[in-house]
């Protein structure tokens, strides 16, 4: 149980264009979803909060005009980054919260590699 | 804000020895989540063990144990009889317990761990 996917899993495009990053729960819902990102050999880092039904919330220096995100249903959120430039290339990873229970555990995606050129 | 230190940025043993990766944080919050995930070549973020800060008792899941001091607010991982599959980054992370949501993640640097054959 607790599987979580992401699509694309790597992406190249050019400077200027906008790319989507689609995470889903495939076998439970999750009220909340996280973005992360992180950068070659180091950690992770919250880029925001995604509630389903409500908007975001960013963390401090992340621009949430630059980065859009939507959680349209409980099984669903994505994340777009919009007129990507060079220095937006980082390997994003999304995560899905399982509360059912009392768990309270975050399960996360494959992870989406972004090269902009 | 809370922060997550990982002191050691590379560890090796042998095959079938047993490991200590060690993991403080520091915090304000009185009700939290800790956990340790294991991020292999793939990069997928795989939970290895979760600790409830209310709970005394330390967490175990087959090989992997950790010792929670919460007054010193130290959360170490054991891994005991070491296999090659768990050469890997392992992250510590900490989580705030809210009321109704949900937060996000705060890793640590990361222990680059090698099992040697």
């Known amino acids: 149980g607790a599987v979580v996917s992401q699509h694309p899993s790597r992406v190249i495009c050019k400077s200027g264009t906008s790319v989507k990053i689609e995470c889903r729960s495939l076998d439970f819902q999750a009220t909340t979803m996280f973005w992360y990102r992180q950068f070659p050999k180091q950690s992770l880092m919250l880029m925001a909060t995604?509630?389903?039904?409500?908007?975001?919330?960013?963390e401090q220096g992340v621009e949430k005009d630059k980065f859009l995100i939507n959680h349209a249903s409980l099984t669903l959120s994505t994340l777009t980054v919009t007129s990507a430039h060079p220095e937006d290339s980082s390997f994003y990873i999304c995560s899905a919260r399982d509360g059912a229970g009392g768990l309270d555990t975050q399960y996360f995606g494959p992870g989406t590699r972004l090269t902009v050129l | 804000a809370q922060t997550v230190t990982q002191s050691q940025p590379e560890m090796s043993v042998q095959e079938a020895e047993t490991v200590t990766l060690s993991c403080t944080y520091d915090t304000s919050e009185s009700n939290y989540y800790l956990f340790w995930y294991k991020q292999p070549p793939s990069r997928q973020m795989i939970l290895v063990i979760r600790?409830?800060?209310?709970?005394?008792q330390n967490a175990t899941e087959n090989r992997f144990s950790v010792n929670f001091q919460k007054a010193a607010k130290s959360f170490s991982l054991k891994i005991s009889d070491s296999q090659l599959g768990d050469t890997a980054m392992y992250f510590c992370?900490?989580?705030?317990?809210?009321?109704?949501?949900?937060?996000?993640?705060?890793f640590g640097k990361g222990t680059h761990l090698i099992i040697q054959p």
């Open positions: 995604s509630n389903e039904g409500s908007k975001a919330t960013y």
């Open positions: 600790q409830e800060a209310y709970k005394q």
């Open positions: 992370a900490f989580m705030k317990r809210s009321g109704g949501g949900a937060d996000g993640l705060t």
